[in-house]
């Protein structure tokens, strides 16, 4: 769970991911070395959630802000490191609702998918009321245009809710991943199905982000529009 300025939602979204009656699972936030406090309050909430003397949570503490995708691929390398056999990777901002993990776990579980996606897109998927039309609108149009290009069949390609097999994790080498900010979704996405692994989608129910403001700028958004087209050609120039 990365965060960058998330004191307002932060505890809520930790609150609900703790409850989550899963036997080993552990919480682990990536910090951006946020000026709002932040990262103090995830170690408040790790020392809040000690169980049987082992920590329910652990903070890894970034020097800045490195953009999403890098503070993904830390955690989520760190995670697998220590042993994980599936890594959840979720907005702190109470978009992604904690509820639907366990069916992800099953779905991953029941089918062997090294890749289970929440997913906005697929029958059951639900936006927010308070996603406006134009927000909606960019979201499909993102989806289309990335899964077109790639053509990996993941109908929400550009979903920041998924669940991962240690195997896929290591197999798509979260160390060389080029982009840094959401595009990241999608090149690790089109990695990991180019590699042969299966991917699930389960819907969920995206909602408004409980506080703070969205990390969507500009230059995040042309980079989301060229690394489509700069893994398609990298793949080409592999397979020629």
């Not at 990241?184 to 990695?191: D, G, I, M, N, S």
Request: hydrophobic share 40%.
């Amino acid at each position: 769970m990365p965060t960058y300025n998330e004191i307002g939602s932060l505890e809520a979204t930790v609150d609900q991911v703790m409850a989550l009656d899963l036997p080993g699972l552990h919480l682990k936030i990536v910090d951006d070395s946020s000026p709002d406090g932040t990262g103090e309050l995830a170690e408040k909430l790790a020392l809040a959630h000690i169980q049987n003397g082992r920590p329910r949570i652990s903070v890894l503490h970034r020097k800045g802000k490195d953009g999403l995708g890098k503070a993904y691929a830390a955690g989520m390398a760190l995670a697998v490191s220590e042993g994980a056999r599936y890594v959840v990777q979720m907005d702190a901002d109470g978009s992604h609702p904690a509820s639907a993990i366990p069916q992800m776990l099953g779905t991953a579980l029941s089918t062997g998918s090294g890749l289970v996606v929440g997913s906005r897109y697929v029958p059951g998927g639900q936006l927010a009321e308070e996603w406006r039309w134009h927000r909606r609108l960019l979201s499909r149009w993102a989806n289309a245009y990335a899964g077109t290009i790639l053509s990996t069949r993941v109908r929400d390609i550009t979903a920041g809710f998924n669940l991962w097999s240690a195997e896929a994790l290591r197999a798509v080498d979260l160390d060389t991943l080029e982009s840094a900010g959401y595009s990241f979704q999608v090149e690790l996405k089109f990695r990991a199905v180019h590699a042969g692994f299966g991917a699930m989608e389960v819907p969920i129910r995206f909602e408004e982000r409980r506080a703070g403001e969205s990390k969507m700028s500009f230059a995040v958004q042309l980079e989301s529009a060229i690394v489509p087209w700069r893994l398609r050609l990298r793949a080409r120039s592999r397979k020629g």
